[in-house]
T-cell receptor, first 112, second 113 residues
Framework: SQQGEEDPQALSIQEGENATMNCSYK?????LQWYRQNSGRGLVHLIL???NEREKHSGRLRVTLDTSKKSSSLLITASRAADTASYFC????????????WGLGTSLAVNP | NAGVMQNPRHLVRRRGQEARLRCSPM?????VYWYRQLPEEGLKFMVY????????ESGMPKERFSAEFPKEGPSILRIQQVVRGDSAAYFC???????????FGQGTRLTVV
């Protein structure tokens, strides 16, 4: 299977703490993308990191990519209750007609 | 610039009926992707279309499912003779140039009763 795998499956933290989610994949990629999905809602694109990039920041988000280990991490700093959602990584595999292969997601609960 | 528009948001069909899901991509985007999400799972790729062409349908079930993206109008995902197992959220995404993010619609939640 080419599916990415996130861990942990579920994470519960207090407001103000940092949340780290990891994603592993299996073959070479063009880029890796992180998305957020609130319960029963659509997907919101968070950040895209290309295969030649190692780290990217966007506001309170920090994404790293280690192509040698075929893994990525998403760090949310100073979490807020509004960050409660499911977080998915999606990989754009090299030569794969641009379709995204998705992991099963990490369910994050930020408690006030 | 409106985002990706999907309709309907919710669709209820009886077993054996047909379901038609519509997706209008973002302005200027010529690539459309359909994904299916079962409860408590991630998204599964179904089909990738450009205007009037199916580029990759490797994720589409062999029977009952079809997709089109005509020259004019929205992309349509059609499911014939729906069964309970078709109940899921169906998401459409559109994209522009290669190696850029895909933008998703709010999804259509299909319930087969």
């Amino acid at each position: 299977s080419q599916q990415g795998e996130e861990d942990p499956q579920a994470l519960s933290i207090q407001e103000g703490e940092n949340a780290t989610m990891n994603c592993s994949y299996k073959t070479s990629i063009n880029n890796l993308q992180w998305y957020r999905q609130n319960s029963g809602r659509g997907l919101v694109h968070l950040i895209l990191i290309r295969s030649n990039e190692r780290e990217k920041h966007s506001g309170r988000l920090r994404v790293t990519l280690d192509t040698s280990k075929k893994s990525s991490s998403l760090l949310i700093t100073a979490s807020r209750a509004a960050d409660t959602a499911s977080y998915f990584c999606a990989t754009d595999f090299a030569g794969n007609n641009r379709k995204l292969i998705w992991g099963l997601g990490t369910s994050l609960a930020v408690n006030p | 610039n409106a985002g990706v528009m999907q309709n309907p948001r919710h669709l209820v069909r009886r077993r054996g009926q047909e379901a038609r899901l519509r997706c209008s991509p973002m302005k200027g985007h010529s690539h459309v992707y359909w994904y299916r999400q079962l409860p408590e799972e991630g998204l599964k790729f179904m089909v990738y279309l450009q205007k009037e062409n199916i580029i990759d349908e490797s994720g589409m079930p062999k029977e009952r499912f079809s997709a089109e993206f005509p020259k004019e109008g929205p992309s349509i995902l059609r499911i014939q003779q729906v069964v309970r197992g078709d109940s899921a959220a169906y998401f459409c995404a559109s994209g522009g140039q290669v190696d850029t993010e895909a933008f998703f619609g709010q999804g259509t939640r299909l319930t087969v009763v």
